[in-house]
T-cell receptor
Framework: DTEVTQTPKHLVMGMTNKKSLKCEQHMGHRAMYWYKQKAKKPPELMFVYSYEKLSINESVPSRFSPECPNSSLLNLHLHALQPEDSALYLC????????????????????FGPGTRLTVT | ELKVEQNPLFLSMQEGKNYTIYCNYSTTSDRLYWYRQDPGKSLESLFVLLSNGAVKQEGRLMASLDTKARLSTLHITAAVHDLSATYFCAVDMVGGTQGGSEKLVFGKGTKLTVNP
């Protein structure tokens, strides 16, 4: 099973709302990622979790709050978003270097979910 | 800072023709990925290139990696309309507080349109 699932597929929210995006994988991957993608642009990394611990935060505003409750689940909590936050939010997972010690070998290919199309009104 | 440059950014080609997309990157890396994205969809993995001289082929697409030149190419042979999509290359770098996470840096993407 090489599938990453994301819910919901579409989300429309007001600037005062609180909502959450969910991501799930059952590939035994220990690294999970959130990306934001605006139209006609490449994905931009937001957060990385490694072994359920936050490993990378790419200076993302605090209105985005990630959570990794266990190795299979990744959430992104949204609060007081701005219209410019409207985008496609992609979740991805991969094996993690920590599983193989300090010697890097093999592919750490990231598998992407279908994304959540977020519109902030 | 790792920079990844793709060219061309836009490519319009006729069915049956051949063309190459180029991906240059600025610092040493031994892993390069090619992804395809259809409009409104997620990223689909095409190729994983892990070593210098790696060449992989799938159908009408062939990807290669020259780590010494820091260059990867995606060659399209006898293009068909179904290949119309945006193609991204991405180069990885180890990052994070635990040093164990893969951080992908994407090129800007090449929007390919194949015309009948």
């Amino acid at each position: 099973d090489t599938e990453v699932t994301q819910t919901p597929k579409h989300l429309v929210m007001g600037m005062t709302n609180k909502k959450s995006l969910k991501c799930e994988q059952h590939m035994g991957h220990r690294a999970m990622y959130w990306y934001k993608q605006k139209a006609k642009k490449p994905p931009e990394l937001m957060f990385v979790y490694s072994y359920e611990k936050l490993s990378i935060n790419e200076s993302v505003p605090s209105r985005f709050s990630p959570e990794c409750p266990n190795s299979s689940l990744l959430n992104l909590h949204l609060h007081a978003l701005q219209p410019e936050d409207s985008a496609l939010y992609l979740c991805a997972s991969s094996q993690d270097l920590g599983q193989r010690g300090t010697l890097r070998w093999g592919s750490y290919e990231q598998y992407f979910g279908p994304g959540t199309r977020l519109t902030v009104t | 800072e790792l920079k990844v440059e793709q060219n061309p950014l836009f490519l319009s080609m006729q069915e049956g023709k051949n063309y190459t997309i180029y991906c240059n990157y600025s610092t040493t890396s031994d892993r390069l990925y090619w992804y395809r994205q259809d409009p409104g969809k997620s990223l689909e993995s095409l190729f994983v290139l892990l070593s210098n001289g790696a060449v992989k082929q799938e159908g009408r697409l062939m990807a290669s990696l020259d780590t010494k030149a820091r260059l990867s190419t995606l060659h399209i042979t006898a293009a068909v309309h179904d290949l119309s999509a945006t193609y991204f290359c991405a180069v990885d770098m180890v990052g994070g507080t635990q040093g164990g996470s893969e951080k992908l840096v994407f090129g800007k993407g090449t929007k390919l349109t194949v015309n009948p």
